[in-house]
C-alpha cells in the first residue's frame, strides 16, 4: 500500500476543518487553435495515463485515523468523468477566461474519484483555446506540477505515440485490513526511533550541530508565527473565488535581479510587497511595517526526488516590507529579510517539523493539525509561490502552448494569494481573491506588473546627460571667402 505523507494528507485535513476551502492548484495552458475534438481529447489524455498512476488512484482513510491515508486503484474509474469540455461566451477575452477559473476552481474534486480534472475550454480570441488541469494539492504541489506537464504534454510538434496500458485494478485492502496494518505501524515506531537514537550516538559532533541550528531555526519560525495588525485583507472567508492573471517578460525581471545583485524571486516578492502597499492606501488603511506576512512555499526536495509526484514543501514566514514608499529599498529589505531567515535555517527547521512528523504516530500528529485548523490564525495574511515552468515549447495534439497561468488557493483566513509561473520567456501571475471581501483581484494583479516597471526603472544606471555644444557666433559661422 501506498500511504500519503503526513503533509499530504494535512491538505485533505485543511479541507475537512474549513467548510468554504477548495484545496485544488491548477494551471491553465493556453494553446493555438483549432481546438481537438472531444474524442481527440480523451486519446491524448488516455494515452498518458500509465506515466501518471495517481490519476486511477483515490484516498482512502483507514478507521478511526490510525494510520495515515492511503492512495488506492479506483476500480470504477471513469475517464470520461474526468475530462470536462466548456466555452467562453463572446467575446472570449481574458476576463471571461478568469471568471470561469475561479467558478471551476471554488468547487471541491469528488473525494470518492481520483482527485483531478481536466477543463477543455473553447472560444478564445484567435481560435485560441485552453487547458484547465485542476489536481488536489494532496497530490502534487507546485514544483512536482512541472512533472505533470512534461509527462501529458510534447516537447514538439510530433505527438508521442500512447504509452502501452495493461492497468488492472488491484483490489483494495478491507477496512480490517487496513486497521491492522496501521497497528502494525505503530508498533514498528519505537524500533524505528532507536534506530535513529543509535545513529545518532554513533555522530555526537553532528547531531550536536543539528540540534543547534534546528533549535535556531524553530525559534525563527515561532517568531514568524506572532499575530500580524488586523487588516481587511485577512478574514473569514466565503465559497466563492475571483481570479485575475497578469503578465511581464521574464527578461525585465532578470535584468532587475541582475542589476541589483538579487534573485527573482526577491524581485517577485518585492513587486507583491508594493501591491500590497498600493492596496492598503487604497481602503484607507496604513501599510505599518509588520502589517502583511506571507507564507512562501520553498522546495526541498532532494535530486532523488526529483519527479516525484507529491509534496515536499517547507515553508518560509516573511514580513513583505509596505511600509517602505521606495521600490528599491523594498527589494533591497526583501533581498536583506530572506538572507536573516535563511541564516536563521528557518525553512530546515520547518523540513525537520515534517520529517520529524512522518516517523511519528500519525492519530496525535492529525489531531495536532486538525485542533490547530479549527482556531482561526493572524500570523499570514497571504501565501505567495514563484514555480519557474518548462524551460522549452509544449505541444498537445501539435498544437503549441502560447502560456500558461498558474492558480493557488485560499483558506484559513488568507484572503489573496499570489502564484507566478513562468513559460516562454513569461512570467505570468495569477492572483486568488475571496469574491466578496477583496473585489479588487484585477487591480492587484495589474499593480504587480506596474511594480516590476517601478523596480525596472529604478534599477536602470543614470544614463550620462548628453553634452549640448554651444553655438558658434554668426560671424564665426560665416564661410570664409
Request: charged content about 25%; hydrophobic content about 45%.
Amino acid at each position: 500500500m501506498e500511504y500519503l505523507s503526513p503533509l499530504d494528507a494535512s491538505f485533505l485535513d485543511a479541507e475537512d476543518e474549513d467548510p468554504h476551502a477548495s484545496l485544488a492548484i491548477a494551471s491553465i495552458a493556453v494553446l493555438d487553435g483549432p481546438a481537438p475534438s472531444q474524442a481527440e481529447f480523451a486519446a491524448a489524455i488516455r494515452g498518458r495515463l500509465p506515466l501518471v498512476p495517481r490519476y486511477r488512484q483515490k484516498v482512502r482513510r483507514v478507521p478511526f485515523n490510525l494510520g495515515r491515508p492511503v492512495w488506492v486503484d479506483d476500480p470504477d474509474f471513469d475517464l470520461d468523468f474526468h475530462l470536462r469540455r466548456t466555452a467562453l461566451a463572446a467575446p472570449g477575452d481574458d476576463a471571461a477566461l478568469q471568471r470561469l477559473v475561479a467558478r471551476v476552481m471554488t468547487h471541491r474534486l469528488d473525494r470518492d474519484r481520483p482527485l483531478w480534472e481536466t477543463w477543455l475550454i473553447e472560444g478564445l480570441p484567435e481560435g485560441r483555446w485552453a487547458l484547465l488541469s485542476k489536481v488536489h494539492h494532496c497530490l502534487i504541489d507546485g514544483v512536482s506540477g512541472n512533472q505533470l506537464y512534461r509527462l501529458v504534454f510534447d516537447a514538439s510538434p510530433r505527438p508521442h505515440r500512447p504509452v502501452a496500458d495493461h492497468w488492472q485494478p488491484v483490489p483494495g485492502a478491507g477496512s480490517l485490513d487496513l486497521s491492522l496494518d496501521a497497528l502494525a505501524q505503530l508498533a514498528r515506531i519505537p524500533f524505528d526511533q532507536a534506530r535513529v537514537v543509535a545513529q545518532a550516538v554513533r555522530t555526537p559532533v553532528a547531531v550536536t550541530r543539528w540540534l543547534r541550528d534546528t533549535t535556531r531555526g524553530l525559534t525563527t519560525l515561532a517568531l514568524g508565527l506572532t499575530p500580524t495588525p488586523p487588516t481587511s485583507l485577512a478574514g473569514p472567508l466565503g465559497k466563492s473565488r475571483r481570479y485575475a492573471v497578469a503578465r511581464t517578460p521574464l527578461a525585465d525581471i532578470a535584468a532587475i535581479a541582475g542589476d541589483c545583485s538579487v534573485t527573482i524571486n526577491d524581485v517577485y516578492l518585492a513587486a507583491v510587497a508594493g501591491a500590497f502597499r498600493r492596496l492598503m492606501l487604497e481602503r484607507g488603511e496604513e501599510p505599518a511595517a509588520g502589517a502583511i506576512r506571507t507564507l512562501v512555499p520553498v522546495n526541498v526536495r532532494s535530486r532523488d526526488e526529483e519527479g516525484v509526484l507529491n509534496n515536499r514543501l517547507a515553508s518560509m514566514l516573511l514580513l513583505l516590507p509596505v511600509e517602505l514608499d521606495d521600490p528599491a529599498q523594498r527589494l533591497r529589505a526583501v533581498h536583506e529579510r530572506i538572507a536573516e531567515l535563511r541564516a536563521a535555517g528557518e525553512v530546515e527547521a520547518g523540513a525537520a517539523l515534517v520529517a520529524l512528523a512522518d516517523r511519528e504516530p500519525f492519530t496525535p500528529v492529525s489531531l495536532i493539525i486538525r485542533t490547530a485548523l479549527r482556531l482561526p490564525q493572524h500570523a499570514i495574511t497571504t501565501v505567495t509561490t514563484n514555480v519557474p515552468g518548462p524551460d522549452q515549447q509544449l505541444y498537445i495534439l501539435g498544437r503549441p502552448i502560447r502560456e500558461i497561468l498558474p492558480y493557488v488557493p485560499i483558506a484559513e483566513r488568507i484572503r489573496i494569494g499570489i502564484a507566478v509561473f513562468t513559460y516562454g520567456g513569461q512570467a505570468t501571475f495569477g492572483v486568488t481573491t475571496d469574491f466578496a471581501s477583496v473585489p479588487e483581484a484585477d487591480r492587484f494583479a495589474a499593480s504587480v506588473t506596474d511594480e516590476v516597471a517601478a523596480l525596472r526603472q529604478a534599477a536602470r544606471p543614470p544614463q550620462p546627460k548628453p553634452v549640448r555644444r554651444r553655438r558658434a557666433p554668426a560671424a564665426a559661422r560665416a564661410p570664409i571667402a
